[in-house]
């Protein structure tokens, strides 16, 4: 089993970083505050929440990969795909975001037979890129991605029709 590092986007980091102290510092205020009365026991409850569910979600963020499968563990959530399922990789930027990603705008796109999709954040895109297309022979570079570098099974991904506005 290989283990891939998570890319974290320092300025992600910091941006929730800075948004959890806020909370923090404002229940601090609340609960130290002599006129708050009950208002400070849902303040309390409420950060733990927050911190509780960041926990559950992001945390420890492990990539691996297996002889057969790529294993994601985000908090609780466990994803897999097969290598041999692939139908489409692709390098992608988003502003949204999915715990499988972390905090990182520059991700990988998997997606299976199914239509089953594994956003992941790689701290070493190219590497990772490189290490999912030994695992999958199948795949062939698809020129029709444009800029952003992609690849296919020609033999069973399903054909992307457009939808007619009428």
């Known amino acids: 089993m290989l283990a891939w590092p998570a890319r974290w986007d320092p300025w992600a ?3 929730v970083a800075g948004a959890l102290l806020a909370m923090l510092g404002s229940a601090i205020a609340v609960w130290l505050d002599p006129g708050a ?3 400070r026991v849902p303040v ?3 950060v733990v929440v927050v911190f509780a569910g960041i926990w559950a979600l992001m945390l420890p963020l492990r990539i ?3 002889m057969e499968a790529l294993r994601v563990r985000a908090g609780l959530l466990r994803r897999s795909i097969a290598f041999a399922d692939l139908v489409r990789v692709e390098s992608t930027w988003s502003l949204v975001s999915t715990p499988t990603s972390g905090l990182s705008l520059q991700r990988v796109r ?3 037979v199914r239509g089953k999709v594994l956003e ?5 895109r190219v590497g990772f890129l490189a290490e999912v ?3 999958a022979p199948q795949l062939v570079e698809d020129p029709s991605a444009g800029p952003r570098r992609a690849w296919r099974d ?3 991904e399903r054909p992307r029709h457009r939808r007619r506005l009428v």
Not at 120 to 124: A, I
Request: hydrophobic share 55%.
């Open 64 to 66: 691996e990969f297996t």
């Open 133 to 135: 297309l030994a695992r």
């Open 13 to 15: 980091v910091a941006i």
């Open 110 to 112: 998997l997606v299976d």
């Open 120 to 124: 992941v954040g790689p701290r070493d």
């Open 154 to 156: 020609p033999a069973r």
């Open 37 to 39: 009365g009950a208002t």
């Open 44 to 46: 309390l409850v409420m």
